[in-house]
């Protein structure tokens, strides 16, 4: 049976009660516009089986309002494609909690874009785990924003690979708490670019381990000393 839920304005849609919306059919989910989507309020999108929302096509999921994403729960988050994440914008990324952004999946995470990355608050990286972090390319490590860094915990720190540690921007590193750069491992310092070691501050070299210093390459001390 064809859906009769397209032909409902903007308005009707937004007047639709939560129980009406939660008896909506896939069918129902899938003829509606992107226009009456980005209508939806957080609490009618919190009303849709999980199923319905797995049927939104990536143009209806994009619709939805960075208002209305807080009302997404976990088992509806779950349910969503991780090729569909990478079509959220960056408004709606910045939107979700860090309970949501916890409730993610590594392979939805790795689906994320360096933009999306890019917009991620310091509690949105905190609520991220190790192996999250561990998806994450060299590019998408370089796009954690300067104050969005403060988030990574000491163990997701330690936890980054050589190279991820290498991509760092300065600005980043320079950024680092005390706290994140006694937690890096010899492997990690020894990874770092000249450039990298060049911004440490007299307070940030104080932090490193006597372990980290020893593993200072003579390249990396002229940079200290430049």
Do not use: H, P, R, Y
């Amino acid at each position: 049976m064809t859906s009769i839920i397209s032909s409902l304005s903007v308005n009707q849609i937004k007047s639709l009660s939560t129980a009406v919306v939660a008896s909506l059919t896939t069918t129902d989910v899938a003829a509606m516009t992107t226009a009456q989507v980005k209508a939806l309020s957080s609490a009618q999108i919190a009303a849709l089986d999980t199923e319905d929302v797995a049927t939104f096509s990536t143009a209806q999921l994009s619709a939805i309002s960075a208002t209305s994403v807080a009302g997404i729960s976990l088992d509806q988050l779950a349910a969503i494609d991780a090729a569909k994440i990478a079509s959220l914008a960056t408004s709606q990324v910045a939107a979700l909690n860090s309970t949501q952004i916890g409730g993610l999946t590594s392979s939805q995470i790795e689906a994320l874009t360096t933009s999306q990355v890019g917009v991620m608050t310091s509690a949105q990286v905190a609520a991220l785990a190790s192996e999250d972090i561990a998806t994450f390319s060299t590019a998408e490590i370089a796009a954690i924003g300067v104050t969005a860094l403060a988030g990574l915990s000491t163990d997701n720190l330690a936890a980054l690979s050589t190279d991820q540690a290498a991509a760092l921007k300065t600005t980043q590193v320079a950024a680092l708490k005390t706290a994140q750069i006694a937690a890096l491992t010899t492997d990690q310092v020894a990874a770092l670019s000249s450039s990298q070691v060049a911004v440490l501050s007299s307070t940030q070299l104080k932090a490193l381990s006597t372990d980290n210093i020893a593993a200072l390459s003579t390249d990396q001390i002229a940079a200290l000393n430049s």
